[in-house]
């Protein structure tokens, strides 16, 4: 199983960026979806969950302003971020937790950089 990420970049505060996060490989299902980010000596933290549904879960800090959405036929998690801040500077990683001949996992994709510019 392989998460890809993209659509991270360089964006002046109160811009927008859309991450997107696809999933491949050896799936039976795709249980929640979510993405993190790590700032610089700073622990990851959770940014917004989604699970199989849409149930949606977010973090305090930027409720308002991003929204994680899914495509199960794609098997894919975007997070739209608006209204960005030069405190959303971090990696960004997409997770997923996926169903496989393997047994159920959490897979991490490989992280993608957002800056935000005063």
């Known amino acids: 199983v392989q998460l890809q990420a993209s659509g991270g970049g360089l964006v002046q505060a109160g811009g927008s960026l859309r991450l997107s996060c696809a999933a491949s490989?050896?799936?039976?299902?795709?249980?929640?979806m979510g993405w993190y980010r790590q700032a610089p000596g700073k622990q990851r933290e959770l940014v917004a969950t989604?699970?199989?549904?849409?149930?949606?879960n977010y973090a305090d800090s930027v409720k308002g302003r991003f929204t994680i959405s899914r495509d199960n036929t794609e098997n894919t998690v975007y997070l739209q971020m608006n209204s960005l801040k030069p405190d959303d500077t971090a990696v960004y990683y997409c997770?997923?937790?996926?169903?496989?001949?393997?047994?159920?996992?959490?897979?991490w994709g490989q992280g993608t950089q957002v800056t935000v510019s005063s």
């Open positions: 997770n997923a937790h996926i169903s496989n001949w393997l047994g159920d996992s959490d897979y």
């Open positions: 490989g050896s799936i039976f299902s795709i249980n929640d």
């Open positions: 989604i699970t199989s549904g849409g149930s949606t």
